[in-house]
């Protein structure tokens, strides 16, 4: 258990369908991120907030839209989705996005678009 | 470009001793972290070195030349549980991770 919680665990959707994956910490951070891992690639940075505002935005797909309604919440909202987006959506959290801070990871939402 | 290079897939006994190497080319240098991915679960943080050297954490060991753009994971006393993907990630001048693409690590008896 590393303080980071994400919901749900393993996700199926369509192609047309809209849904949102969760993250949760209860580590009192500032800095919340998501990754997307993809078998035998290195984890690929798709956002960060730093205190609550977005502080990057890796070329990520439009159909991928974060939202983080305050330091301890980050949502991922998906629509229109294509299978190449099926992956391992992990989030993390650190205790601030300066200075390389050791980031604690959730055990991710498998996805698989069909 | 920047590039972190780890072996894709090794293999070990129970009780033996695994050296997992990463070499990276990147821009700057803040650290170098490792974590182990166990199948289905989060990455979870091993160690974390920014100066040259051994660090000895129990039975895993983190070995760092920044000079050679080089480090080792040594685990030792191998156990089933040690099964799993270890990842090597770099924090480059900007404070970004660049991550490799993890070693999975298979234990037999």
């Known amino acids: 258990e590393t303080g980071v919680t994400q919901t749900p665990r393993h996700l199926v959707m369509g192609m047309t369908n809209k849904k949102s994956l969760k993250c949760e910490q209860h580590?009192?951070?500032?800095?919340m991120y998501w990754y997307k891992q993809s078998a035998k690639k290195p984890l690929e940075l798709m956002f960060v907030?730093?205190?609550?505002?977005?502080?990057e935005n890796n070329s990520v797909p439009s159909r991928f839209s974060p939202e983080c309604p305050n330091s301890s919440h980050l949502f991922l909202h998906l629509h229109t989705l294509q299978p190449e987006d099926s992956a391992l959506y992990l989030c993390a959290s650190s205790q601030a996005r300066e200075g390389g801070e050791t980031q604690y990871f959730g055990p991710g939402t498998r996805l698989l678009v069909l | 470009g920047q590039n972190i290079d780890q072996p894709t897939e090794m293999t070990a006994t129970e009780g033996a001793i695994v050296q997992i190497n990463c070499t990276y080319q990147?821009?700057?240098?803040?650290?170098l972290f490792w974590y182990q991915q166990h199948a289905g679960e989060a990455p979870t943080f091993l160690s974390y070195n920014v100066l040259d050297g051994l660090e000895e954490k129990g039975r895993f060991s983190s070995f760092l030349s920044r000079s050679k753009g080089y480090s080792y994971l040594l685990l030792k006393e191998l156990q089933m549980k040690d099964s799993a993907s270890y990842l090597c990630a770099v924090l480059d001048s900007n404070y970004q991770l660049i991550w490799g693409a993890g070693t999975k690590l298979i234990i037999k008896p």
């Open positions: 580590l009192g951070h500032n800095a």
């Open positions: 907030y730093n205190f609550k505002e977005q502080t």
């Open positions: 990147t821009s700057g240098f803040n650290g």
